[in-house]
């Protein structure tokens, strides 16, 4: 009795952590949504109270008055052709590490890992200025070829790890029956990586989507900006409110939020696979 009175105590205590540590967790999220649906008078009088009348003003304020509906097909647009890229160099990279034999493959697969370990603000200046050699400013393909080149090594390294748990008899067959290497990738390993290719598309695009150093440094035409670029500017330019603020940022997490719901299963799988083999 004592021993089951101590599980249930220990669980229980454990729950009210966990409690405690989500409530603290989304409560920068019920700010913002609260103070969203407050106009500038309510939010100053009292900042904690529920609004006593919510309206939807701040939101049409920033989709319109600010220009968050251009961010916002700007940022779509780059980060769907991104994610794309993204995923087919991270296919392409992932499986030639992790099914052929070439001559330089470890070292290759090495300098590809220590890619990882520098921060955007270090190689910024570099790889502005061979952008700019390039044309590439101000350029969506610039921003875009930018984000796969600084994410595909992490993507590199899932895609190379969970091909080297596949079993080479898949290929092995595939080339009896006389697929070349492309065919093997497209027909034979991807079908098998859908739960790793999910995953890594939706790291992937959340990290394209909240990218910030790049698209500051690359795309300074008000035209071309992202919507967390956006966001980040329009304090300095037009000296926003808390709960026109609060509206944007929220506006800015619904389609990545979404999508984490949406996939959330991929993702699930996509840590797991490789994991039991057998």
């Known amino acids: 009795m004592t021993t089951s009175y101590r599980r249930l105590s220990t669980r229980l205590l454990i729950y009210i952590i966990l409690v405690v540590f989500a409530l603290l967790s989304l409560y920068p999220i019920f700010f913002a949504l609260n103070s969203s649906l407050k106009n500038d008078y309510e939010y100053t009088n009292d900042k904690l109270a529920l609004p ?32 794309l890229l993204y995923m087919l160099i991270c296919s392409f990279a992932g499986f030639a590490f992790g099914q052929l034999r070439f001559r330089g493959r470890l070292l290759v697969f090495t300098l590809v890992l220590f890619l990882q370990i520098f921060p955007q603000m270090v190689i910024a200046s570099q790889v502005y200025q061979i952008a700019s050699k390039l044309g590439l400013l101000n350029t969506r393909t610039g921003i ?11 993507g590199t390294y899932i895609m190379t790890t969970y091909f080297v748990g ?5 290929l092995e067959a595939a080339r009896i029956d006389g697929a070349g290497l492309f065919r093997q990738l497209f027909s034979v390993m991807l079908p098998v990586a859908k739960p790793m290719l999910g995953t890594i598309g939706i790291i992937g695009a959340l990290g394209m989507w909240n990218e910030l150093p790049f698209a500051l440094l ?16 329009m304090q300095g330019e037009y000296g926003l409110t808390v709960p026109t603020m609060s509206a944007a940022v929220l506006v800015s997490a619904f389609i990545p939020l979404s999508l984490f719901v949406v996939f959330q299963n991929h993702v699930t799988m996509g840590a797991t696979a490789g994991s039991v083999k057998g």
């Open 166 to 170: 596949i079993p080479r008899e898949l």
């Open 52 to 83: 006593s009348s919510p309206t939807l003003d701040q939101y049409e304020s920033v989709l319109i008055n600010y220009r968050m509906l251009r961010y916002m097909g700007n940022t779509i647009l780059s980060v769907s052709i991104g994610t």
């Open 218 to 233: 690359f795309l300074q035409k008000q035209e071309l900006r992202t919507l967390i670029q956006g966001i980040a500017l």
């Open 144 to 154: 875009i070829l930018v984000w796969c080149a600084y994410f595909a090594p992490f």
